[in-house]
């Protein structure tokens, strides 16, 4: 495994400990964008695994982006919540199963400057990769609504 990848599962075992260990209150942000953790099924391991992610509240969905700061691969989590879209979020004490799907084209742009002003980073993670960075939205299974009041957690 690349050093690189190496740094990124520490850094967010790490995040993932803090923030459940303060129910939400220790790295419930980064930068102006709050974090969620988001558990996905491994595709090949079939093992539970957890990533802490900055998200958008959108249109009735929570949007996440699979940047992976830029790199040329696709990370991991976006890769299981394609082969098992059913995802556990988790937003300060608050947990919700959620559908996951890749927004298409149009949907994308249509959020993409609203991304970039919130987060100039992405900008900067589109620069560096030729792979079209996605932009995922998770919609609460059974039409749970999201709960408005999570955001600032």
Do not use: C
Not at 40 to 52: E, L, S
Not at 63 to 84: C, E, F, K, Q, T
Not at 117 to 138: C, F, H, K, N, Q
Request: glycine residues 8%; without cysteine.
């Amino acid at each position: 495994m690349a050093l690189k990848d190496q740094l990124a599962r520490s850094m967010s075992a790490q995040h993932e400990f803090l923030y459940r260990f303060s129910g939400g209150w220790i790295g419930r942000r980064m930068g102006r964008m709050p974090v969620l953790l988001l558990t996905t099924v491994g595709r090949r391991t079939n093992r539970r695994r957890t990533t802490p992610l900055t998200y958008l509240k959108s249109d009735g969905e929570l949007l996440i982006i699979a940047s992976y700061g830029g790199d040329d691969r696709h990370p991991a989590w976006y890769l299981n919540l394609v082969a098992n879209p059913e995802v556990e979020v988790t937003r300060g004490t608050h947990v919700q199963t959620m559908n996951a799907r890749t927004l298409d084209q149009s949907e994308k742009a249509a959020v993409w400057d609203q991304i970039v002003a919130t987060s100039p980073m992405y900008a900067d993670y589109e620069r560096r990769t030729d792979r079209d960075i996605p932009v995922v939205g998770l919609s609460p299974v059974n039409g749970e609504a999201i709960d408005r009041r999570r955001e600032s957690a």
